[in-house]
Nanobody, 119 residues
Framework: QVQLVESGGGLVQAGGSLRLSCAASGRPLSTYAMGWFRQAPGKERELVARISWSGASTFYADSVKGRFTISRDNAKNSAYLQMNSLKPEDTAVYYC????????????WGQGTQVTVTS
């Protein structure tokens, strides 16, 4: 019904930037909160950033605060993660996800896109 497809991952040197995109199809997600997660080898999946359906509220993990920016364009049914000043520890598979409400689990997940940051 709903598909999320991430793009924009790749290989980058430390200090560089990447912009991840998440395109949704199947139904509008304008009323869903959107989140970006990442999972590094040997680690649990962690929340990197989230944004409310209106874009009025955002959250960032301490590890990325000041470097990453989450945004969304409901007209395009898309979400974005601008990643600046990348560090090797940012290396992970990044996933976008969507959920209907605060009390809900994330309902939809993308397939992930690899981000690799070299020293």
């Amino acid at each position: 019904q709903v598909q999320l497809v991430e793009s924009g991952g790749g290989l980058v040197q430390a200090g560089g930037s990447l912009r991840l995109s998440c395109a949704a199809s199947g139904r509008p997600l304008s009323t869903y909160a959107m989140g970006w997660f990442r999972q590094a080898p040997g680690k649990e999946r962690e929340l990197v950033a989230r944004i409310s359906w209106s874009g009025a509220s955002t959250f960032y993990a301490d590890s990325v605060k000041g470097r990453f920016t989450i945004s969304r364009d409901n007209a395009k049914n898309s979400a974005y993660l601008q990643m600046n000043s990348l560090k090797p520890e940012d290396t992970a598979v990044y996933y976008c996800a969507a959920k209907a409400s605060v009390g809900s689990a994330y309902d939809y997940w993308g397939q992930g896109t690899q981000v690799t940051v070299t020293s």
